[in-house]
Structures are given as structure tokens and as C-alpha cells.
């Protein structure tokens, strides 16, 4: 208990509950921008570093709840299908987690948020981009670059997000490929932080504090996701992607 306090007052651990619950709601509803509202909710009261080691255990957690929520035969279909992808991922995490401690955050937040931002604008307009079939190369290429800013951010949703959404991907399908891709994501991301650092025993604790309230939120949010249709589940997910990006380029840019 004494552990716990030192590293937040109770006021901030209440408001640190309530930020990782409201990111799991969103997360229920369209799968994915958990990290994204956490990394985004705590560093406005805590270091970059532990709202960075904050959110590792509840997206792992949840991240496995989503997955697995059809079974493990459609989640290992879905690895298969997203192969390419995930091991484009997984490396490009593994090597920019090492330099999470250099990259100056106002850059990683213009990495990540411009051309989400950009996409989002697009769609919400009403302009289509959409790809007829699935490429290698491209898949390749955008998982490296979901999982080179996932290694110093903990946020690889946006770019994944927007690749499935591109592609056209069925409601159902598109949340639990989201949950593989994240889940896989999300454990080398915490293996990855125990290397550099960022995952330590005094930070550990924040972290597991949080999985409950995230996987609260992620229940509520499920049973708002069954009920509505392909075509609002599509706007719901571009909203979000619109906001959280356009908040990453504003925070990059005035910090």
C-alpha cells in the first residue's frame, strides 16, 4: 500500500482509474485507442515514463479477452491470415522499444498522429480510400510502422485500424483481428519494457492497478458493440481515430 501511494495521491489514482475506464470502454466499442487514451489521459498528471509502464499490463490483458472472444481456432485463422504483418510488427517493436528513453516525445507524437489524422479527414469527408486486395509489401510496411511507434508509445492501434478499415474488414472479424495483432503486440511490448527499463518494480504495481477498471470499461463497451451495424461500428471507428490523432498532432505540436 505504501508502494502504491508513493507513486500517486489518492486523487490521481481515482483519476487514473477513471481515464483506464473510459479507455476501455472505447476500446469494447470499435477495438482498439486503449493506449492511445491512456498515454494520452495520464501524461497530463504523470511522466511520459510511467503512464508508458501504466497501460502494459491492461492492454495485455485485454488485448487477450479480445482475441479470444470467438474461440482460439478463429483467433490462430486470424494469426495466419495477418502473418506478414505481425512479424513486420513484432520486429520493428522490439528495436524501437530500446529507444524509448531518446526519441523526443513531441516527434513521436507528429509520427503517429499526422497521417491518422489525414486518413481519418479523408474518410469522414466522405472520400473512400479503400484497397481491393491485400499486398505483402504493403502489409509488411505498415505493420513495421504500427510497431516501430508501438515500441515507444505503446500506441500501434491508428495504423492498424486504418489499414483493416481500408480493407473493408467485417465488423466481428475486424475486432478480433485487432485483439491478435495487439495481444501479440502488447506482450512483446512488455517484455520489451522490462528490457528497457520502463517496466520495474517500482512501476510494475501502477500498472496491475489498472487492469481492472480497463477490463470493466472493455465490458460495457462489448455489449454497445453488439448492437449497432457495420455502418455505424465504420463511423464510430473513424470518429476516433479523427480525435485521437488530431490530439497527438495538437500535443506534438504546442506539448
Known amino acids: 500500500m505504501d508502494m502504491l501511494l508513493a507513486l500517486l495521491t489518492p486523487h490521481e489514482w481515482l483519476f487514473a482509474f477513471g481515464i483506464a475506464l473510459v479507455a476501455g470502454f472505447i476500446k469494447g466499442v470499435v477495438g482498439f485507442a486503449m493506449p492511445l487514451v491512456l498515454i494520452s489521459g495520464l501524461t497530463m ?73 489525414l486518413f481519418a479527414l479523408w474518410q469522414v469527408t466522405g472520400r473512400s480510400f479503400a484497397l481491393s486486395h491485400r499486398s505483402a509489401k504493403l502489409e509488411a510496411f505498415i505493420g513495421f510502422f504500427a510497431g516501430a511507434v508501438g515500441g515507444v ?32 503486440g502488447a506482450v512483446l511490448l512488455l517484455f520489451s519494457h522490462f528490457g528497457s527499463g520502463v517496466l520495474r518494480a517500482e512501476t510494475a504495481p501502477f500498472s496491475a492497478a489498472m487492469i481492472l477498471p480497463a477490463l470493466l470499461g472493455m465490458w460495457l463497451g462489448g455489449r454497445v458493440m453488439d448492437k449497432i451495424d457495420q455502418a455505424s461500428f465504420k463511423k464510430a471507428t473513424l470518429v476516433i481515430l479523427l480525435v485521437a490523432g488530431a490530439n497527438l498532432v495538437r500535443r506534438g505540436l504546442l506539448g
Open 45 to 117: 498528471f504523470l511522466s511520459p515514463e510511467l503512464a508508458l509502464a501504466g497501460l502494459i499490463f491492461p492492454t495485455v490483458i485485454t488485448n487477450m479477452f479480445q482475441a479470444l472472444r470467438q474461440g482460439f481456432g478463429a483467433a490462430w485463422a486470424s494469426m495466419k491470415m495477418f502473418k506478414v504483418f505481425l512479424i513486420a510488427g513484432g520486429i520493428a517493436l522490439c528495436l524501437s522499444a530500446q529507444t524509448v528513453r531518446y526519441l523526443a516525445a513531441d516527434t513521436m507524437l507528429l509520427v503517429i498522429g499526422v497521417p491518422i489524422t
Open 153 to 184: 508509445s505503446a500506441v500501434w492501434g491508428p495504423p492498424t485500424v486504418a489499414y483493416l478499415t481500408a480493407l473493408g474488414t467485417p465488423k466481428h472479424d475486424q475486432m478480433r483481428v485487432q485483439g491478435v495483432i495487439y495481444g501479440l
